[in-house]
Nanobody
Framework: QVQLVESGGGSAQPGGSLRLSCTIS?????????LAWFRQAPGKEREGVAA???????TYADSVRGRFTISKDNGKNTVFLQMNSLQPEDTATYYC??????????????????WGQGTQVTVSS
């Protein structure tokens, strides 16, 4: 059984940092064409935040570029999202996703077949 389990969420002050982890079990991370982080704020649609393809080319949403970094550790079968300079508008539930979308960089929600349960990130003073 394939499972994606996120951790590392919590509360932070504006300007602070958090590091999210997504550990995948039951399937090797290197077999996925695309690994990504999405987020969903209350009342809003889920949106792509960052994606990493098999060649380790990364893509970021305009709202997080320069502040967030996606990476992976194949040995630990884990994907990370380092979030710096956090802002209140980053408050959301963050989900990791994996799959074989036709295009990794477009981060189309429906193209990802495997999802974690989500971890809450709250940024406030």
């Amino acid at each position: 059984q394939v499972q994606l389990v996120e951790s590392g969420g919590g509360s932070a002050q504006p300007g602070g940092s958090l590091r999210l982890s997504c550990t995948i079990s039951g399937f090797s991370i290197v077999r996925y064409a695309c690994l990504a982080w999405f987020r969903q704020a209350p009342g809003k649609e889920r949106e792509g935040v960052a994606a990493l393809d098999r060649e380790t080319t990364s893509t970021y949403a305009d709202s997080v570029r320069g502040r967030f970094t996606i990476s992976k550790d194949n040995g630990k079968n884990t994907v990370f999202l380092q979030m710096n300079s956090l802002q209140p508008e980053d408050t959301a539930t963050y989900y990791c996703a994996a799959g074989w979308p036709r295009s990794c960089e477009t981060m189309v929600t429906s193209a990802f077949t495997r999802w974690g349960q989500g971890t809450q990130v709250t940024v406030s003073s």
